[in-house]
């Protein structure tokens, strides 16, 4: 049996595989550091530890995208190691907290495969759950990924393509509890704007850039331990007539990081309804963002609602640019500059 491990392509696949993934991942302090220093990160509730107690918390949760992309990474030997590349994400829930110290175990069932017409490749539609160390669901999520097939001749299954909730309802969206003053975050941002103070249809051009550098984007693609050849291997993407494409997961959260402005007093994300890396990102490359507010959501609570937000990411152009795609506007249609189409949901602090 050989011990070289190149992991499944797309004819691996089997509808109703369940996998396990290795190996569980103990996040850290170190960890969160290394993040804000990769992404710039601001969020308040990771921000300090007096934050965090003054909002609820005990202590400082991790952030949010970091949990995310460090659940991916553990399903990418499995899912994705030989993928074209990631495509999308529909149904993701975080469930709870994650705090430094806590051990993340992931595992992934497949609920949907689909080749392309050339043969060379198919869809792989996977949902994913990371628990903690005392089987405490923390999140769950469904991606759908472009893999390379082995073997261009295999016969293929009849597709199965899942059918996918376009938004987390507000029913499914987990509840966390914050301080009755949890509104107080305003003396730690300087910045007054609530729940109360957003508009659907508003629209905010978040001012900063950031140009990606090759080294940020391959440590935080290491640092979540994510294997894909796409994004490490300049050898055989150069083969291919490409080159190494940044890791979506570090655009999302460069995109959060970038939207602290505007969104200043945002505490948690508690959904993303779907997400498209429209394009993809290179070292260079400079990333800007916007942001509408979709809708506002009233939680059952006094002290918090929520905001569903649609953010846009573009590449070597200014936000003020950016056109908002009409929704389920296909791929091929929007401009090439656009690298990524996100649906979230964050929890925010009301005024009464």
Not at 18 to 43: C, F, M, N, V, W
Not at 56 to 80: M, Q, W
Request: hydrophobic share 40%; proline share 4%; charged share 20%.
């Amino acid at each position: 049996m050989k011990k070289g491990r190149a992991g499944n392509h797309f004819e691996d696949f089997r509808c109703g595989m369940k996998i396990q993934h290795a190996t569980p991942r103990t996040l850290t302090e170190g960890d969160r550091s290394l993040y804000i220093g990769l992404t710039g990160s601001r969020a308040v509730l990771g921000t300090a530890e007096t934050n965090a107690q003054q909002l609820g918390f005990e202590r400082r949760p991790l952030e949010d995208l970091l949990v995310f992309n460090t659940a991916f990474g553990k399903t990418v030997p499995d899912i994705s190691l030989n993928a074209v590349a990631n495509l999308g994400y529909a149904d993701v829930r975080f469930l709870a907290d994650v705090y430094p110290g806590d051990t993340l175990v992931v595992e992934s069932e497949i609920i949907g495969l689909k080749e392309n017409s050339n043969r060379k490749s198919g869809v792989v539609y996977v949902r994913s759950t990371a628990a903690n160390q005392h089987g405490l669901e923390v999140l769950s999520w469904i991606r759908w990924v472009m893999v390379h097939k082995r073997d261009h001749g295999a016969a293929s299954a009849e597709p199965v393509v899942p059918a996918m909730n376009a938004v987390v309802s507000p029913g499914r969206l987990p509840r966390r509890k914050y301080a009755m003053d949890v509104r107080e975050i305003v003396t730690m941002t300087g910045t007054a704007d609530l729940w109360d103070d957003y508009a659907i249809g508003e629209r905010i051009d978040h001012p900063g850039a950031m140009t990606i550098n090759d080294s940020d984007h391959s440590i935080a693609t290491r640092l979540y331990q994510n294997t894909a050849r796409a994004h490490f291997d300049g050898f055989a993407m150069a083969a291919a007539g490409g080159q190494r494409l940044v890791f979506g997961g570090h655009i999302i959260s460069l995109c959060k990081a970038l939207s602290y402005d505007g969104l200043e007093n945002g505490l948690s994300i508690v959904a993303i309804n779907g997400g498209t890396h429209v394009n993809p990102t290179f070292t260079g490359d400079t990333i800007a963002c916007a942001t509408m507010v979709l809708d506002k959501i009233i939680l059952g609570v006094s002290n918090v609602g929520a905001l569903r937000l649609r953010m846009i990411g573009i590449k070597d152009s200014s936000a003020s640019s950016i056109v908002f795609p009409h929704p389920g506007q296909a791929r091929q249609d929007y401009p090439s500059n656009v690298v990524l189409d996100l649906d979230y949901t964050i929890v925010i602090p009301k005024k009464s």
